[in-house]
Every structure is written in structure tokens, then in C-alpha cells.
């Protein structure tokens, strides 16, 4: 079928096929499954679940909204002059299908589906999905690579439990650190009231070292503090785990347990961007919590897209770098 | 405290205390745990729980948004010529803490919450969530009274499995047959697509009697028929269950697996009124998949709260009969 | 200025000027204030004014919504077979100017500006603002004609006081009776629970005669034998409200205190339009509780203007009959 | 890629993968362009062009939201007991890539699309896009078959020009009549205001035979009336062009010339589906005017997929006769 | 019942209750009236009123989605150590009864209930409603502590009146000091068009000193220099109103007369809570300007649900500071 | 009528008549079409006009909402102490009469109107629709003054063609151009993704200059560097075309292609304001790509009334400065 688009890192063509036009995938890139023959080093794969949170559903449409809002990004990233769709060979990969009534079972299948992109040489760029997914995908990558988790987010996520529950959206950084799946967390944007004086002793407790970054601290010390304080804490393998209720509700409304006072989208564009010039490996990337019915205009989906796009950004610049 | 209310069947009085004013409770009546030293013969319960869903969820903010449109809801029912709440000295018995990420342990806490109000002489009025909660309901009531069900729908609901999960919104009528918590089951306005021809065949298979009227069939013979099978079909102990997706989607949009073709909300109100009339004895009640992210202007937890309010008339005017 | 409309009865035409262009008047008549050198007979008058409502606000908003919506109209009614807005030289007036904070003093505003329209010679075709308005309109329209009202609703609103106060949107009909303003009532499509069994008792002590035809009256006899319920019955002058409310809540959301189970659009279109058939005088029209932020896709806007043309028709109709 | 789906007439398996997940396709089809390899006989195209309209637009936007809705779409037709997806071995073909600027390119690019498909021997089921983009399918549709036009509508669509313009979504009909591509249409569901009395005159004028059934007409005389009017009428040849403005606002409020008072949607799915009792044959079907930003809960979407899936089921059952 | 939730300073238990279940009270704490026996110090209290607004309404349901937002307060407060509910022993009192049609009699209720908290011991924290809501807040608060007034706001509300009316949302605060209730103003936040060059006049004709610190000052010196001015000014005791139009659209649509430019929520948070270490009693707080029907999301009814957090802290550590 | 307004310069008087009355016009102003005899200096013109994008549509409805937000605006800017209306007398000119389905007619529409109101010695503020419509501004401005363009938005607009058509609101500003309609371009605000890198090369290719200031480089300089960039550069005759999308989405949701990471409302707002003292002279405004549909809360139309208010005052401050 010629007519139609199917070579890995070229998107539709906006300028000859409107954006509004044909089924969706990410970004407009074929939707291919087959990685290792067409040389794929980085795929989209959505992770549609919700059966982990604790307040408000939805995140389970995340995937669907951001492959939508994606439309709007185009191959060149000129900030980081960069082509990352075409230098990662890029494709959508489709959706783990999951059980939506289960969260051990799903993060089984997430597990079988990000070994099978990271079996065949290419790195996931994840959207979920709420939290809990992570520890689905940092069982495939973190047994391979044990990486450094860069964690945005505005809450800790190493409760142990919620009525009862071990796993939630809420409680997949202690389990991936008590599987051994990780080698440490920096917590950037942690903000908004708290359970407990105590919930912070964990941390300390911890076996692999958490540092929290909380966002009045980065208030006060200012965004150019904070990217140098990740750029000189990122080496060896990393993975990156960007919860959107780190960014100040006004920019991303659409997300389950909201916080004010969070990032603007400005800043995590420049923070995300600024870590091309850090030395450390990328080995994987989910965005999650995007929850589009609570969304408005789409925008905490867009920013999504954006913040994904960011991140093939920097793997394309490794990946060039490495060449 | 006299300043505020707690007369069981009695709500906060609209021409003192404005509609939107103050914390909202089903219908304004009392928030009362109590029942029987309160002679309470009916309770408002809200299970708010959406883990089940194979589609679109939200379902968890049912009871919320229910008891938030139950505010215009006045205590003379004029048409049936009763008062129901002062009847049933009804109270809003609050709601089941679920376990969000767990069917199998939501139910169990269902069955004990239902089981402490039927204990203690209530007939409970349930507000879902999705429709695997009526499983657990019918544990408690199912096993008192093993009931008749009248099942208002758009789908069959008895299908076996989802993914591999038994316990689900599409399931729980054949787990509620296979545990023999039921004597029947009257189906009412099943339309829309089906998987397959064989999914009728569980009707004939099943254990206990199971009769489905399609809503093409009350289409061709007319809401008056239908009133009138219903009347001569319902005979001792009855549970009613309605699915709020057996409305049209034009009446209740918020709902997450949708069939245009259902009933107005005008003929709903008539066939529920209608019940009144026949000779059986009301032993529970449930509203399920009002999923308010989904709905528009609230429209769908409007609907819902009338049609409680109706349940409860029904009930009202068994209780004075028997009286 | 000849370029732009300002004759009387004729509408920006949308195959030269598109619907969506230049300021918004209803219909897209001129904004036109002396009627009498134009020998307008029918005016429209928005009044913005919701202080009187016991729930939702919103009402203050209807003018403005409707007037959007209005610009759908066309100038022909092919089921009447007239042009009303060209037989009546109808234009748009404005809005009265209210007082927000207080419904005493909006109600002598209003009586002054209903009274301008009158003394021109022009019927008036009121928007409001929620139900406490008419009240000022039948000051002016009522000390003149004595009207007999017609009065669609889905409640009595002849209530005495809410909380202590006797100008509301519940009160404007007994407020009415007893100042003397009108000769009669007949109230269509009352629902929904009711306060008490006493509320229905004002009907029989009333100084005129007020006849309620209910919701489950219609449902049971039909809306052809309504219809001529209404021929029959309505003689002499007449003045029509129409509570947006009478209308289920799937064709108009955008109200302040709805009840499921009343007309469908088709309905109310086809017993407005019937009217043309009977011998009285419109003497005033009112639209009233067209809440636009609770609507949906302006839907309860766009029926409301529908309904006032088909008003204007029946005005238009009798004039033709007349001349 | 055996993973993932691609057999013509089976959907997506949503006990399998559950309905929210992968990709979008209409109904979960395969999204395939080789239709004669395939024997395939029926395929969904989409035309998401909104450039022809007179008011709001939107409906560029018809075919995304429409595929969306469409996932709850299962095989089996209870009513019509047959399987069209199978039957069919339906496939979405995508999308037209449209000129948004232009529609006279557009109309150009639809006529190549829709020849492709029928060149395949497939039957068209378009969704767009607002009216305008008929034109284009008539071009294809109507040079082979010069079919009958069964043509659902609140609005005549026979002017002849806008502000000057020949090709808009109010004056295709014409335009269909002049290049002489149809042999005759029928009109159902007229109504709302007119620009004047001569706005009928065309049909008279018309060198094809135009019947205009208005909707004020079915009112008197019923549905069933309308169903044996299009069974005895119906023959040859016939395309169905479905303005989903035809439908009431309060189930299809997302479109941008809406007239209250239209059909409802049981209405509307129960004329389609008596269609599969006359004899003619269907060649191609559209359904336009959907626009989702104008939309409530995406149930004008929903009802547009399921009207769509009726259409399918009609030539099923005309295949099964035939084979 | 000791099932539920009864100790004052102690929200129910989001690990054990989901936050989505049972009825709604300000942060989950108990519904408690009375105080004193209690030893409450710090009272939640709604004020549901809209009726001295001039443009657009809803803010009548600020209390109810404030609360509902309010679900995702945590107890403890990590930036200001300290646990708010627990040492204010914090309560949800409920509403004030108002009169929707009548700003004056319910200032009067106002008064009567904020006296009842006073009167027991307790600070309240007052969630409006329209700003005219603050003047019967300070006639109980301000007779008893004629304090300072920290009013954060984009306008000045020390006009006389509108349309001749004296208590309006934008007059309130002349009238306070009309009436002596307070000792001084500071204003911060003022922005946008403003009515004529002598509006600012009044502040030098003012019988209280009025300091009016105008968004663009704040631009220029920026946020710290307006921390230290605040410290240094606020001394004795202070009574802070904050009308939620004082942050930008983006973090806060939900008011109904903004002036884009405003406050971030960042900034708004900081500011709040640098105010713990100044050195002054806070006797009241109130939020205003809230209206949910103009929200999106709901981000407006959550940020200022956080900013009575943070006031509710400052109090706390003045009570811990004092003890 | 001496009842209404029709002074220019004097909006309606919400003391008076509250904002939510009458007919909606630009900030409350006169519609007036005869400027010379009143001597108007500056005009609001619309042009309801989204025929020109490329993505989502819906910018037809920009001049009608944000008339409808700009009835906030008050007579005096504070922060510039000057009275915009009165000095400039400005009125509501009203629409332009376009051609939807015709870029190239409608640019001809433009221009004519344009050139009316420049003939008569006012200077247009222009509200779009989409940025396809300067180019028809720049027809008749350019022509007479040849400006210095400053070209505020996240896109380079000089791309030369979309599906081979020349005129779309991505090409306005490459045909302005090669007509010879400007001496320059001064770009801000320019982000997101793009086509390829060689986007850039046109502006080196150019016949006039092309200064392209990015984002980034915003970000890195700060908003102080811009301004003084700003005041230094410009000169003589400019023209300003403010794209809204060079906003931040979550300032500004409601236009079509989104880029994160945009200005703030407040940054916004102070460079505008700040141009007040640039020695340039301004000959015309426009705003463009407000698409109402995919707003949220009416903010972004808000805020472009805004922008517009601080644009007449500039030009009233030049007024001044030269009289």
C-alpha cells in the first residue's frame, strides 16, 4: 500500500495530508510493530490503565488523547537542532492491551511489552496510563539496565500501601525499589499537603539512595539551581519517569490528584530540553497520569506530547552523540 | 444540636434553608448510620466503585453527583399520592469505603455494609458505580430473599468473562445465578450490538428462568404492554436493578457504555410508577453506571435521583398496603 | 448608513451577510427603539435578570444566549405559511436595564419598559431571566388586557414566600392573582415531587379560576386531546408564558430547577403552533428560566428562540386574520 | 505482524483488548487499502472537510470522533440478524485527504477516493465533513449508478448559490441535479424556518422528480406511515445521504445548522433498519454534518457510528439475498 | 456510630475511606456545630450567596466544590511543619442559612453565625460567595477585633454603589469602614481597566488608612519585596479577605469579573505562607469570588481549597506559638 | 433615542446598565459606521473568518466572543493614565461581510472594508478569525504606509504553501512580502517544532528584514531584554499582528496550533504596554486565531480583549503625545 505511510521516523506529511486527516498514531508515524527489521531505536507505546489510582479515573484514555494532540509536532526540533523522529527511526508501537480490572495482571502484560521493543534494540517512550504502570515498564527495563529514576512528580509514591493494596499509583517506587529494579530516585517538584510528618523517613530507610527535591526549595533557589543539580546527578543509565501533576494545574488541569503550585510548562520545556547536554544514558521514558476527562481543551494532553517529543530529543542527541 | 437536621425522613426544608446551601446528604434527609432504633425502613446507600467497567470509567462519582441533583427532590409524590421518605423514615446511611483497585474485595465490603441495613430492617436503595456492584448487594439481599430480579439494561450483563476476569459489569448476573443468590430474571431494553448470535444461549442454559425483552419489541407493542407484563410478572420478593444505560443516551449521557435507541426519560418515570400498582414485595433496589464525567449539565444523575425517588414511593406504598 | 439593516421586519440576510458576522440582535432584526414612527407591532425585549431564583442561577444570561441562537431563524414559516417577522415590522428592542440585587426594583423597570412597547402599539416577546420577571410584565400587559394566562411550567409557582420573601420565581403567580392582573390560569405540564399535598390547595382558593393540567395527564390522554384542551379553553386576550422547564430536560438542561418527564421539542413546537388555530388575542409572550451556563451546546437557547418565532407566528396570524 | 489485527470483517476482539485500547480505526476494523485483494465489499472512508459550511463548522473533525464512538460497535445485528462486518468484509479505508481551503479541490479528491473503492468493487460508507462533500461521493456514485437519493434533512439543500458561492453544504443538491448524477430524491425530515415561500419552487422546476416529505408531515401521520412510504418507493439503485441535522438537537446536538423537532434516535435507527425489507440496492452510503466541538458527551458521534452500522447491515443483508 | 469520622481536627482517612466516598465536608473533617465543648479553634464556615454580584453568578456554589476539592487535603503541612486541622481542632460548620434574594437580611445571618463561632472560641475561615459576603463576616469579626484587613483582590471594591444599590460585591468594603469595623487596608493585587482616574481618590478620603499596591508595582519590585512589605506591615490583629480574582484566569477561571495578569497559584501559595512569620493574630479569613459555572476543572475551587489550608496553618502556628 | 448609546468614545455605563444587558458590542462602545463625521481615531472592525487554517477551525467566532468578554473593560488604563476610548473616540465598525469558503474573496473583502475605515481617518483594530485575514489588513494599511511589521506568535507564517494553495494563515506573511505591503518584520515569541530546518532560510532570503527572536531566547534573556529590543527597533509606521498562540496554552486554550511554552498573560500585557513608549507611530492592530470553540472559561477571548484595550491605548497615548 503505497499510499500510505509506513516508513519508521517520517510522519505524514502535514503539508500534503491535513492533520486532521486519516487514523491516529503518534506524532503521525507508521504504526509498526516489526522494530528490529526497520532498524527502530525508539517507539511509542501507550499504556491505557487506570485501575491503580486512588481518586479521579481516566488516565486510562491518556494514550488515546496525547497520539491526538501529537499531531501537531513536526520533525525538526530546532532548540536542539535535532531530527528525533527520523535519527530514532521512531514508530508507534499501539497500546499494551491490559486488564482493566487488575493491576498485577496488566503489569504483567506491560512487562512482556517493553521487553519485547527493548528485545529488539529500541528505546520506550511510554504514556500511560496512571502511575502504577512504571512498575510494569522498570521491570523490563530496570532488569536490564538498573537505572538512576529521574522522577518528576508532585507527591512521593513510596507509600507502602492504600486499603490494603500494594499495588497503586501511589505506592510503585517502594515496590520497584524493595524488586531491586532500580539504583536510585531524584524526586523533583514534590509539593501539596502530606499524610503524615513520617512519610518523608522513608527516604532514609530507603536501600538505594532518594533524594526529594521538594518545589519550594526550587522556588527558592530558581529553575537554573535545579537544572544544574540534575545535569551534574544524571550519569550512567537512567530512566525517566514524568508524572504531569508536576506541572502547576492551570498547564496540565487534567490529572487526577492536582496540586497547585507546580511547574509551568515553560519550565519543564527547558528543564526537559536541558537535559541533552547531561551524560548519562536514556534508557526509558514514560509520561503518566495524563487523565484527559478531567482535561481542558486538551492542553494537558499537548503538553504531554510535547514533553515526549522533548525526550526522543535527548535520545536522538545521545544516539548522534554516541554514533 | 437543633440547629440542623436529623428527623429520619425528613429533609432540610427548602423555603428555610436554600437547596444549595449546606452539606449535601440524598435528598437533604438525615446522615444516619442507626436505623433501627430510628425505625428506618429505607436507606440511601452509595457504593462508589467503577473498578469493573470494560470501557469508559467515572462511575466511582455516581453517588456523589446523585446526592448533588437529589436536592430539587421535594417529599409529596403527587402522582402516586404518597410521601415516601416520611414513610420510609428514610436516612441517607452514607457510603461503602470500596477497595478501588479490587472487584473481589469491593464486594465483600458491599455485602457487609447491605447486610447491616437489612439487619437492621431497611430495604436499601443503592447508588452505583458500575454494575459488578449489584453482585454484591444481591449477596446480602439475594441470600435473605432470594428474589426475582427485574434487570433494566441495554446489555445482557451475563456474558462469563471479560479478559479472563470474572468478576466484572458484564458478568455479574451469571456469577449472581451460578451462587444462587436469585429466582429469576426479567431483562428490560436490551438492544444495541451484540459479540455474537450464541450470547442469547445463556437464557435457555441458565439455571434459573431469564426472560429479555428487547427494546425492538417494546417499540413494536408499546410502553403499555410492556407496563402490563411487568404487573402481571412480578410476584413475591423483587429486587430491581436499572442499569441507567437503558435510557437513551439523549436523557443519560453519562454512562460509560452508551446504545441510542433507549427509553425517554418520560416513559422510564411511567414504568417505574407503574410498579406501584403490582403485588410483589420490594426487598432492594439499586441505580448503576451514572458515570458524571461523562454526563452533561448532570442531567444523567438528575434522572437518577428521580428514579430512586420513585423506588422509593413503590416502597413507600407497599409499606402503607401492608400497614 | 445605508449598508447595514435597520428596517423594520427584515433580517440580516445570511445568504449576503453570514450568520456568524456583525453585532448579534435577535433574529438579526434592527435594533430599533421607537416603534411607533415604525409602525412596529411586535418587539422583543430581553430581560437579564435572575435575583429570583431559589436554586441555579444563570436566567440573567438568557437574553444573550437566545439572541445567539436566534440567528438561525429564516423569515418564512412554511407550517403557518407566514412571514411573521415582516407582518408584525418586528424588531429587536433590548434589554431592560435591572437592577441585579434587587427583584423589587427590577420589577418597576420592567413595568416601565413593557409599558413603552405597549404604548407604541406592539405586543411584546419577552426573554428572560428567570419566572420572577413575568410578574413586572403582567403590570404592564395585565393592567391593560386582564389577560387569561397560559402558563407552561413544570411548576405551580404559586407558592406565598421562600424564606421569608414574597418576590421570587416560585411566588410571581400568586403575587399576580393578587394584584389583580389577570383573569385566569391554566397551567400545562406541572411534574415532579411537590412540597405538600396542601400546595395544590391555593388553586381552589383562589380569587380567578386556575385549572393545572399535569405532566401525567398528557402522558395518559395524549397531546392531540391537549392541544384541543387548549383551542377550546383559551378566548378572548391572552397572555402565554412559557417556562423552558415544561420541556424535558434531554431537549433544555439549561434551566435552573429541572424535572425529567416533560415535552419534547417536537411537542411544544407542534401544541405552540396549534395555537394559531384558536380565537384569542395574544396580547404578550414570555420565555422565561433559560439558564445558558447550564446548558449544553446551547440547545435550550436555540428551542427558545424557535419557540418565540412560532409566537410571533401566532401574532402574526391574527393580525393577517384581523386585517 | 501477527500481534496485531488484519482480517477484513473482524474487528478488534474487546474481551481480548479492551475497547480503549490501540490505535483508532472505525468499528476496530483493519485499516486496509487493497480492497479487491481483500474481497472486500464494503468499506468506511472518511472526508474530514468542513469548508462548504454556512455557519458553524466543526465537522472537519467528523471522522476522528466517529471512529472513536464506533469502538463500541460489536458483529452481530440481533435485529437484523445478520453479521455486517463479516458479511462485508469491511475495512476503514481512511481518510480523503481533503484541501480544507478549497472545495472545489476537495470535491475533486473525493470523486478519485470514492472511485478507487468502488473501482474495487466496494461500497462507499462515507463519513464527513459537512454536505458539501455529497457532491464529491455523486461523482463517483452517481456517474456508475445515477442512483435515487434518499436524502435525510431538516433543510431543503437545493439553493443555489451563498454570498455568490455555488459549492456549499447548502446547495449540493443542485448541483447533484444539474451535472445530471441522480435519477431522483426523496426528502425526509424537513422542517425549521425557511428563507421564503420560493425556497420550494425548485422541486417543481427540478428535471428530476423531488419528493419533500416534511417532518410536519410524519408528525400527523407517523413513522410507520414514513417506513411504508420509503419501502414502496425505494427501488433500483438508491444512495443515502444521512444530514444527521435530520435528528432532534437533544440526541444530536453536535452540528452546525440545528432545527428542533427532528427525529429521535430510536426513530431514526428504526427507518433504517426497515429499509432492509425494500427492494432496492444500496450503493453507497454518507452520513454528514457531525460535528463534534459542537457536541455533548460524543453522542452525536455514538449515534452516527451506530446509524453507519445499520447502513452496513442493510447491504449485508441485500449481499446475502443476492449471493 | 463509631464507624465514622467524629474526632474534630482529624479528616477521615483516605488510606482506609477513598477520597471519593461518602458525603462531602471541608477537608473530610467532622460536621460539628458545637465548638466550644469541642474546643474548636478553627472553623470551616460556607457562605453560599451570589446576590451582590454585577456580572456574572455561580459563586452561591463556591462552598460546595471548595469542599469537594478539598477532599485532597492532607493533614500534615511539610513547608510550615505543622499539622493545621489537629492544633486548630478543626470542624466543617456548615453554612450559613442565606436569603438568595436579599443581600442585606443575609448579611444579617451572616453576622448571627460568625458571632456563633466567635462567640465559642473559634477563627473562622470562611468560604464565599460573592464578596458583598465580607462585610457581614467583619460585623461580627470586625466589632469584636476592629482589626487591619489584608485584602488581596484585582479591584478596588470601595465604590459607593451601582444602580443605586449600597451593597454590592464591589461596595462592601466602603462600607466597612463606614461602619467602623476596621482599622485599615492594605490591597494588593489591583489591576485592570478601572472606571474613571478618581476612583483612587477615596483612599486619601478615607477615614482609615488605605495602602493600595497595584499588580504593576508588584511586577516591577517583585514578589519578595511584597513579602517583606506584608511582614512589616501586618501587625495586631488582621482579618485577610482574598478574592480569588487576584490570581490570573489561567490558575483561576471560576470568578466572574477577571482581569487577566494576576497572581500565580505559585506565588499566591508563597505569599500566604510567608505570612507565618510575620507577627500578627489572623481573627478571620475569608475566600470569595469562587463561582464553579465558570470554572474549568475545577482548578479554581482546588487552589483556593489550598489556600484556606495555608490560612488555617498560619493560625495553627500562631495558636502553637502562643501556647 | 436618547435612551441608548451613541456617543463615541462612551461605552455603556454599567453602573447603570449592568454589563450582562443590551446588545453586545465591542467594550460596551457605539455602532457606528460614519467615522469621519464623528471624528473616530480609532475603529474595532471583526472579520469572522477561519477559512484559512490548517488544523482546527473556529476562529469565525473570534470577533463575537470577544466582544462578549470585552463588556469588562472599563473607560481609564490606569498603568498608562489615559482614557483609550475617549481619546481615540472609538466605536464598534462592526464585521466584515466575508466569504467563508473563499480566502482569496474575502481577503478582497477585507481590503475594501479596511480602506473605509483608514479613508476616514481612523486607524483599525482588527479582531480575527485566523491570521489569513492580515494579509487583507496589510492590503489596504500596507499600502498606504508600507510598516515596519512586529509579528507576535509561536510560528514563522512565511511558509509558501499548504496542499498547494497560496493563501492560508500559515502563508499570509511570505505574500505580504512578495506584494511589496511591508518593510520589515520584527517575529517574537517563535517555538514548538518545526517542518525542517531550512523553515529558517526564507528569512535570510527575503526581500525586506526578517528578525526572528525565539522563545528560547526570550527565556534566556529575559522579558526586560525583549522590551528594550522592542522599544529600540521600532520605528516609524508599525503595524502590530498579535497571534494569540504566541501565548501560553494555559493562558490562551481557545486557538487552533498550540505550543507550549509560550508568554504569560502578564508578560503579555506588560510588553504591550510597554511599547507606549517606543517613538513609532501605530497604524493599525490586529489579533488574530481566538477560536472560541476550543476555549475554556472564555479566557482567551478575555484576554485578547485585553491586549486589544492596551493597543488603543498606545495609539491614544501617541494621539496625545502628537496633538
Redesign the interface.
Known amino acids: 500500500?503505497s499510499?500510505?505511510w509506513n516508513v519508521p521516523g517520517f510522519p505524514l506529511d502535514?503539508?500534503?495530508?491535513?492533520?486532521?486527516?486519516?487514523?491516529?498514531?503518534f506524532a503521525r508515524l507508521p504504526?509498526?510493530?516489526?522494530l528490529r527489521d526497520n532498524n527502530v531505536l525508539g517507539a511509542f507505546i501507550?499504556v491505557?490503565f487506570?485501575?491503580?489510582?486512588?481518586?479521579?479515573?481516566?488516565a486510562?484514555?491518556g494514550?488515546?488523547f496525547i497520539?491526538?494532540e501529537s499531531?501537531?509536532?513536526?520533525?525538526?526540533?530546532?532548540?536542539l537542532?535535532v531530527y528525533p523522529f527520523r535519527v530514532l527511526r521512531a514508530v508507534?508501537y499501539?497500546?499494551?492491551?491490559?486488564?482493566?480490572?487488575?493491576?498485577v495482571?496488566t503489569l504483567d502484560r506491560i512487562e512482556v511489552t517493553i521487553n519485547e521493543v527493548i528485545n529488539q534494540g529500541a528505546t520506550p517512550f511510554v504514556a500511560g496510563g496512571d502511575h502504577s504502570i512504571t512498575l510494569g515498564v522498570l521491570r523490563a527495563v530496570g532488569r536490564r539496565f538498573r537505572p538512576l529514576v529521574l522522577h518528576f512528580d508532585s507527591h512521593l509514591d513510596y507509600?507502602d500501601?492504600?486499603?490494603?493494596?500494594r499495588?497503586?499509583h501511589g505506592t510503585w517506587l517502594r515496590r520497584a525499589i524493595e524488586e531491586g529494579l532500580i539504583s536510585g530516585v531524584i524526586q523533583v517538584g514534590i509539593?501539596?499537603?502530606?499524610?503524615?510528618?513520617s512519610?518523608?523517613e522513608y527516604a532514609k530507610a530507603s536501600p538505594v539512595p532518594i533524594r526529594t527535591i521538594?518545589?519550594?526549595e526550587v522556588?527558592v533557589r530558581g529553575i537554573d539551581w535545579l537544572i544544574n543539580e540534575l545535569r551534574n546527578s544524571l550519569k550512567g543509565p537512567v530512566y525517566i519517569t514524568f508524572d504531569i501533576d508536576s506541572i502547576?494545574?492551570?498547564?496540565a488541569?487534567?490529572t487526577g490528584?492536582?496540586?497547585?503550585?507546580?511547574f509551568?510548562?515553560?519550565e519543564a520545556?527547558?528543564i526537559i530540553r536541558s537535559l541533552s547536554q547531561a551524560s548519562f544514558e536514556l534508557v526509558g521514558f514514560d509520561i503518566v497520569e495524563v487523565s484527559p476527562?478531567?482535561?481542558?481543551?486538551n492542553?494537558t494532553s499537548?503538553?504531554a506530547a510535547?514533553i515526549i517529543?522533548q525526550a526522543m530529543s535527548i535520545k536522538a542527541k545521545q544516539v548522534i552523540g554516541v554514533g
Chains 1, 2, 3, 4, 5, 6 share one sequence.
Open positions: 500500500m499510499w500510505f502535514a503539508l500534503k495530508s491535513p492533520r486532521f486527516a486519516q487514523p491516529i498514531t504504526f509498526i510493530r516489526n501507550g491505557p487506570d485501575g491503580g489510582t486512588t481518586f479521579y479515573t481516566g486510562r484514555l494514550p488515546q497520539r491526538s499531531r501537531l509536532l513536526r520533525p525538526y526540533n530546532a532548540e537542532d508507534d499501539g497500546d499494551v492491551d491490559v486488564v482493566p480490572t487488575s493491576v495482571k507509600w500501601e492504600y486499603w490494603g493494596e499495588y497503586t509539593r501539596g499537603s502530606q499524610y503524615d510528618k512519610d518523608f521538594m518545589m519550594s522556588e502547576d494545574p492551570a498547564y488541569p487534567g490528584t492536582r496540586e497547585p503550585g507546580g509551568t510548562s515553560r520545556l527547558t476527562p478531567l482535561d481542558t481543551a492542553i499537548l503538553l510535547n517529543y
